[in-house]
């Protein structure tokens, strides 16, 4: 009776609930220990001509297994037996993302689970959709962070919040874009109004730095922050010369409609880049 309460009152866990444990890496470590290996086997004696390069790590540890178990000094031996675990470590990750990508260009060409399942090492088709689902959320992890749990709902939530952040990575960067032409738009409408504008000495002095801005931008780069901001200044300073000017000699700012119109857009694009 006891035992059944006990059942009744356990919480079900969400299938989408990353785990606790952060999930371990070999990472930079891992990642150096083909090249730090190989050279304390050449230290100890080993003949570096016969060994595999830092860049063939799995024929490398097929050597290094009889030959580290033979270095003299102990020391040097657990070193090189502890790079030995650190580099399977690595190695072992390095293949789980490819078994993945192989998996996925299985499917994507049509293969069945079914098919999968043997070359998975599981006997049906389910199973070899799980084995994918862990190898995938061992893909989706971070180092440091919690694991994603190995259900198929943790795993589509991950790529769907994965996918919502990219998503918004490309509407920033679309707009961060769109924002760079229309500075660069208004910049240049308002170098070319130049000749109608009121102008003095303050003011042709920053339709000045406008143009010298605008020959600086690389064609092939587009602006830099400060270029977009230099702009950003110079306009405003430009657009509140000319607005003093026309005040104090009570005329317009510009003399054609053109021009005017110019001049408003400059002002509603600074307007938007103060809010």
């Known amino acids: 009776?006891?035992?059944?309460?006990?059942?009744?009152?356990?919480?079900?866990?969400?299938?989408?609930?990353?785990?606790?444990?952060?999930?371990?890496?070999?990472?930079?470590?891992?990642?150096?220990?083909?090249?730090?290996?190989?050279?304390?086997?050449?230290?100890?004696?080993?003949?570096?001509?016969?060994?595999p390069t830092s860049d063939e790590p799995i024929q490398l540890l097929l050597a290094a297994g009889p030959l580290s178990r033979r270095i003299a000094d102990e020391s040097s031996r657990r070193t090189a037996l502890v790079l030995r675990v650190l580099l399977c470590e690595w190695v072992r990750g390095e293949l789980d993302g490819?078994?993945?990508?192989?998996?996925?260009?299985?499917?994507?060409?049509g293969a069945e689970w079914a098919e999968l399942a043997p070359a998975l090492a599981v006997e049906t088709a389910s199973g070899a959709h799980k084995r994918a689902s862990r190898l995938r959320a061992e893909a989706l992890g971070s180092p440091g962070e919690p694991s994603v749990r190995r259900t198929p709902e943790a795993v589509v939530a991950v790529l769907a919040d994965r996918a919502a952040e990219e998503a918004r990575t490309r509407a920033t960067a679309l707009e961060t874009r769109r924002n760079q032409a229309r500075i660069?738009?208004?910049?240049?409408?308002?170098?070319?109004?130049?000749?109608?504008?009121?102008?003095?000495?303050?003011?042709?002095?920053?339709l000045d730095e406008v143009l010298e801005t605008l020959d600086n931008v690389s064609r092939r780069d587009g602006p830099t922050e400060v270029q977009l901001a230099a702009l950003t200044g110079c306009m405003r300073a430009t657009l509140r010369g000319v607005t003093r000017l026309a005040r104090d000699?009570?005329?317009?700012?510009?003399?054609?409609?053109?021009?005017?119109?110019?001049?408003?857009?400059?002002?509603?694009?600074?307007d938007r880049e103060r809010s």
């Open 249 to 270: 000699r009570g005329q317009a700012a510009a003399s054609n409609a053109a021009s005017q119109r110019t001049l408003e857009q400059v002002r509603r694009l600074l």
């Open 98 to 109: 490819m078994q993945l990508r192989a998996v996925d260009d299985a499917r994507r060409d």
């Open 1 to 51: 009776m006891e035992k059944r309460q006990l059942r009744r009152g356990h919480r079900r866990l969400d299938p989408t609930t990353p785990l606790i444990k952060a999930r371990p890496s070999a990472g930079a470590a891992g990642a150096r220990a083909a090249s730090e290996l190989r050279a304390l086997l050449v230290a100890c004696g080993s003949d570096e001509t016969m060994l």
């Open 184 to 206: 660069l738009d208004s910049a240049h409408a308002l170098v070319e109004a130049r000749s109608a504008l009121l102008v003095d000495e303050d003011v042709e002095y920053w």
